[in-house]
């Protein structure tokens, strides 16, 4: 059923909640991939150097920790675990890669805004739920 799940990760605790719920569905529908993504917004190019490489580097660094950190808290899966770094909105971003990787299922954690602020904010979690193609898991 749930052949191929993409895990969009922030850091955040919801995140990381979502992680460990992703990796409970990948091994109890034995799926094929797990996709884990850290899609971040883009750095301004008016920063110029040294400062833009200065940034790009830290994003990085940070990115690649959320990675790691959703990774442990997957655990061991019976299928592959992927990983993506993406720059761009992030809504945008995780309706996108679910689409070309064919992910049959989006994970995703709820950073726990009240209704109002969602609507009037817009978060990541409600774009994606309104925008994708396939099921999406909101996770608390």
């Known amino acids: 059923m749930f052949e191929k799940i993409l ?10 909640h979502a992680a460990r719920e992703a990796g409970d569905l990948a091994r109890a529908m034995k799926s094929e991939i797990l996709r884990i993504v ?3 917004d883009g750095i301004p190019g008016y920063l110029g150097e040294p400062n833009m490489e200065q940034a790009i580097e830290a994003r990085m660094k940070a990115a690649n920790g959320i990675l790691q950190k959703a990774q442990d808290a997957v655990g061991k899966i019976p299928g592959e675990i992927h990983t993506e770094l ?20 989006i994970v995703m954690g709820s950073r726990g805004m009240s209704a109002i602020a969602e609507l009037v904010l817009g978060s990541t979690s409600h774009k994606v739920v309104s925008h994708a193609s396939c099921p999406v898991l909101v996770v608390r």
């Open 38 to 40: 850290v899609a971040f």
């Open 86 to 105: 993406i720059e761009g909105s992030p809504a945008e971003a995780i309706i996108n890669v679910a689409k070309t990787r064919g992910s049959t299922v």
């Open 7 to 16: 895990l969009a990760v922030d850091g955040s605790e919801h995140s990381l």
